[in-house]
């Protein structure tokens, strides 16, 4: 476990370094300052729009943090040859990869922590009298835990595919399939034909479902919590994903040529 948190730690100090999520950030937050200033013929439900452009960018740029940041990992490693250094120490290849999945994960945490407490503080300056802080702290728990998941696919996908572009551009389109196209397969399904529909089916219930952690319109709408024994079950699909996917990461890496 020590080499594990060693090598996350060292991820995570990698973020701090880059621009990339300070310009995100940034971006971020001055699109939404500009949208809080506007007041539209005095409409107080504009607060739902403006908190849905905010959800939105967090969404956005969470999901270019997390593609971006663990797409360059592995093959970062090999291209500035510190991969053969890393693997002669008592470090095992199953080692590195936890530890990379953890520190990217934990990375990401710590921007959408910074990215919510910001919206927080926008939406409570608008909303003076509702303050739905567990409302927040289950959007945020069910985000972190989907990018988890996200994480975990970009790490196979850094050991499947030779460029860090190529493999994040083959998540975000898988990402976006998922979000958009995925969650209808389902009804799809049921105009196709045997064994078209099986195999849509058979699709439908292989991919992570990415939208089950889309809690955005509860935050949006104040509408009341989800019972907690759902957000566990949600939270414990989400772990047999990231599971799954870092399964395969270890079984390709262990066969991969580090040289």
């Known amino acids: 476990m020590k080499n594990i948190f060693a ?8 973020l701090y370094r880059r621009k990339d999520f300070y310009v995100l950030f940034i971006v971020t937050i001055l699109i939404c300052l500009v949208m809080a200033s506007i007041n539209i013929y005095d409409d107080a439900n504009i607060v739902r ?8 960018l967090i969404w956005l740029c969470s999901l270019v943090v997390a593609v971006t940041t663990t797409a360059r990992q592995i093959p970062a490693e090999r291209e500035n040859r510190t991969l053969l250094p890393l693997l002669a120490k008592p470090l095992t290849r199953t080692q590195l990869i936890l530890g990379k999945f953890l520190g990217c994960w934990l990375a990401c945490g ?18 003076h009298e509702h303050w739905p802080l567990l409302n927040y ?47 209808h397969l389902d009804q799809q ?8 529909r099986a195999i849509v089916n058979a699709l439908y219930f292989a991919i992570p479902h990415l939208e089950f952690y889309d809690l955005r319109d509860l935050v949006i ?4 919590l989800i019972a907690w024994q759902y957000i566990g079950l949600a939270l414990l699909y989400a772990a047999g994903y ?18």
Not at 7 to 14: L, N, P, R, S, T
């Open 7 to 14: 090598v996350a730690g060292v991820v995570i100090k990698e």
């Open 49 to 56: 729009y403006l908190k849905e452009v905010s959800l939105d």
């Open 110 to 127: 710590m921007a959408l922590l910074c990215f919510y407490v910001f919206f927080g503080a926008l939406a409570a300056s608008r909303e």
């Open 137 to 183: 702290f289950q959007a945020a728990v069910m985000h972190w835990f989907m990018l988890g998941i996200i994480v975990a696919l970009a790490l196979l996908g850094s050991l499947v595919f030779a460029a860090p572009s190529s493999n994040s551009t083959i998540c975000f389109v898988i990402i976006g399939g998922i979000l958009f196209v995925g969650r």
């Open 189 to 196: 399904a049921l105009t196709l034909r045997e064994p078209t």
């Open 221 to 224: 709408h104040n509408w009341p």
């Open 242 to 259: 990231m599971a799954v996917f870092l399964l395969g990461a270890c079984l390709v890496f262990r066969r991969k040529a580090v040289n």
